[in-house]
């Protein structure tokens, strides 16, 4: 068939003549345990799912994949990582017939002569956005492909995310930022060559997961507990592959499994997401909601999970305190009243068994539960001296039986009910009503994308990589080597889904000392005009002071609470 279809079959007939001249050199790629200088260990769990690992020195490419093509004819031959023959070349089985990829010349779309587009063709992150959609008028031949299908996903994400990080690379490094005082007297002494000052903008805070991007969320948030206060709820939900909507979207796609579609899980993820989300704010599942951030994450387990922080009002905060079993419960149903609910805790809430007869068990390190278990038995709900609750857990006759262990209230994850019965997924609900909790949530929440430290054993080659690289001031080779993605983070990532979401307005605001602000200028800019033009235009702080000389009635509010009356116009900067 692929003789008949297929273009491109005989190249790799190519490929299997010269593999079997000169054979095929095994080699065993092992993930290893590593610890970065920032102390967070390279964890490794146990799943199943196809990964990929950014590799290599971005100072030595082209910001360009090196692929290449051994003809019989003209030799070794590159081909870029944009050639409308790659994917095709790459899975020949998912593109049987050979056809085009993506190229740079897609148009955009049928627009009117008088409308406002922008662009006049896709990017490459749109392109497969509309791949990765189910539709009867097309064939599903990738979405066959198993483990494949979610290598071509992984694919082409990192493929996305490198072409962004090279874009980054070569153009905000004819950027500068230094302070105003530098600036001017760096002029003053005769120096007016403005590539000698300011270090380059490596990885900005856009950058979605970049330092930056997560050191600045962090700072909303505490934002939020400084106006609000404290954090009410935490909650965890993690996907569940088994979920209604995927099985029945399954049946749209005969012999497909759930575990090798990253891209319905990630969909079906998020719409759940959106929906506990709005019984939390619109609904006040918890109380009236002031305020709610969570952080998606997927750390090498194959699926999506969120962390998420709740802010209730007062009146709703002391009725939960006072009211803490009503939420939250680590026992298990009984079986005769609640059949349901015994069945969703049975089903997703276990944590175990593990122990002595266990040491096997994933959550194990150095013979001991890393959680903690079992748990101690507790007559009544208690806060611990560090804000950490110690839930209601008695000793009962309801059990639940897991392989051929009998396992009893000491093994449960703290759970709200009806949510856990309304989303039949692992839903963790956590109260935290103590201000020393926020350091161990926000590190919880905010800790970054995933590394790994890999090693190449076989052949010639051998390498160990990870986080230990000495990247200097490099941000993006730093975010770059030892970057782990999976397939369900590359399919969420395709279809642009918020990884962070904070439901208040943080405005932030910036504060230097006299003469310190931070000016920013092309490399290639005269310093006189970076001068003169700086010399006018007010910071946030500087416009702060202007409002208080020209309106008397600002000059009652601290420099936090101007954002709650008055609006900072880029433009005019007052």
């Known amino acids: 068939m692929l003789d008949e279809t297929n273009e491109l079959v005989k190249e790799f007939r190519s490929a299997r003549d010269h593999f079997e001249n000169e054979g095929v050199e095994d080699l065993e790629i092992v993930l290893k345990v590593s610890r970065a200088d920032s102390g967070r260990e390279n964890h490794i769990g146990t799943s199943d799912e196809v990964a990929g690992i950014?590799?290599?020195?971005?100072?030595?490419?082209?910001?360009?994949?090196?692929?290449?093509?051994?003809?019989?004819?003209?030799?070794?031959?590159?081909?870029?990582?944009?050639?409308?023959?790659?994917?095709?070349?790459?899975?020949?089985?998912?593109?049987?017939?050979?056809?085009?990829?993506?190229?740079?010349?897609?148009?955009?779309?049928?627009?009117?002569?008088?409308?406002?587009?922008?662009r006049e063709v896709i990017s490459m992150k749109e392109y497969y956005s509309h791949k990765f959609?189910?539709?009867?008028?097309?064939?599903?031949?990738?979405?066959?492909?198993?483990?494949?299908?979610?290598?071509?996903?992984?694919?082409?994400?990192?493929?996305?995310?490198?072409?962004?990080?090279?874009?980054?690379?070569?153009?905000?490094?004819?950027?500068?930022?230094?302070?105003?005082?530098?600036?001017?007297?760096?002029?003053?002494?005769?120096?007016?060559?403005?590539?000698?000052?300011?270090?380059?903008?490596?990885?900005?805070?856009?950058?979605?997961?970049?330092?930056?991007?997560?050191?600045?969320?962090?700072?909303?948030?505490?934002?939020?507990?400084?106006?609000?206060?404290?954090?009410?709820i935490f909650l965890t939900m993690t996907t569940n592959p088994l979920w209604d909507e995927i099985i029945q979207m399954m049946k749209h796609i005969p012999q497909c499994s759930p575990q090798n579609s990253p891209d319905m899980i990630a969909r079906v993820f998020n719409l759940k997401l959106?929906?506990?989300?709005?019984?939390?704010?619109?609904?006040?599942?918890?109380g009236v909601c002031l305020a709610v951030m969570y952080v998606v994450k997927f750390q090498k387990r194959g699926l999506p999970h969120v962390h998420m922080l709740i802010w209730l009002d007062s009146a709703s905060k002391r009725h939960l305190q006072a009211n803490v079993d009503k939420y939250v419960s680590v026992e298990i149903p009984d079986l005769k009243e609640d059949l349901v609910g015994y069945?969703?805790?049975?089903?997703?809430?276990?944590?175990?068994?593990?122990?002595?007869?266990?040491?096997?068990?994933?959550?194990?390190?150095?013979?001991?539960?890393?959680?903690?278990?079992?748990?101690?038995?507790?007559?009544?709900?208690?806060?611990?001296?560090?804000?950490?609750?110690?839930?209601?857990?008695?000793?009962?006759n309801n059990t639940v039986t897991k392989g051929k262990a009998i396992l009893d209230n000491q093994w449960f994850v703290p759970y709200n009910r009806d949510l856990l019965v309304k989303y039949q997924c692992h839903i963790n609900v956590e109260i935290c009503c103590h201000a020393r909790s926020l350091k161990y949530l926000f590190k919880y929440c905010l800790k970054g994308h995933d590394r790994a430290?890999?090693?190449?054993?076989?052949?010639?080659?051998?390498?160990?990589?990870?986080?230990?690289?000495?990247?200097?001031?490099?941000?993006?080779?730093s975010f770059f080597y030892g970057r782990y993605i999976c397939a369900a983070e590359a399919a969420y990532r395709i279809f642009g889904f918020n990884i962070h979401y904070i439901f208040v307005p943080v405005l932030r605001l910036s504060f230097h000392l006299p003469g310190n602000k931070y000016c920013t200028f092309r490399s290639n800019e005269p310093l006189q005009k970076v001068v003169a033009r700086e010399k006018h235009k007010p910071s946030q702080l500087q416009a702060f002071f202007l409002l208080n000389v020209n309106n008397s009635n600002a000059r009652k509010y601290l420099y936090d609470e101007i954002p709650q009356y008055y609006v900072w116009n880029e433009s005019d900067r007052i």
């Open 274 to 286: 959106d929906q506990i989300v709005d019984d939390i704010k619109k609904k006040n599942y918890f």
């Open 453 to 477: 430290t890999v090693e190449i054993r076989g052949g010639k080659r051998r390498s160990d990589n990870g986080e230990n690289i000495d990247a200097g001031e490099d941000e993006i080779q």
């Open 133 to 232: 959609q189910v539709r009867t008028n097309e064939g599903i031949t990738p979405r066959l492909g198993g483990r494949i299908y979610q290598q071509y996903i992984v694919d082409a994400f990192s493929t996305i995310e490198q072409a962004r990080l090279w874009w980054f690379r070569t153009n905000q490094t004819t950027l500068r930022s230094d302070l105003y005082m530098n600036i001017r007297d760096s002029l003053q002494t005769g120096d007016s060559d403005s590539n000698n000052l300011g270090k380059s903008f490596i990885l900005p805070a856009r950058f979605v997961g970049s330092r930056r991007y997560m050191q600045q969320n962090f700072q909303d948030a505490l934002a939020v507990c400084r106006y609000i206060g404290h954090p009410d």
């Open 343 to 396: 069945a969703a805790v049975k089903a997703h809430m276990i944590n175990g068994p593990c122990g002595s007869d266990t040491y096997n068990s994933k959550c194990m390190k150095q013979n001991k539960c890393i959680r903690h278990f079992p748990k101690k038995y507790s007559p009544s709900t208690t806060f611990d001296q560090f804000g950490f609750p110690i839930y209601r857990r008695r000793k009962m």
């Open 54 to 118: 950014m590799l290599g020195d971005l100072d030595e490419t082209d910001g360009s994949r090196d692929i290449i093509i051994d003809s019989k004819i003209d030799g070794l031959e590159r081909i870029s990582d944009i050639h409308p023959k790659l994917m095709a070349l790459q899975y020949p089985l998912l593109f049987p017939h050979g056809g085009d990829g993506f190229h740079k010349n897609i148009p955009f779309g049928r627009a009117k002569k008088d409308s406002n587009k922008i």
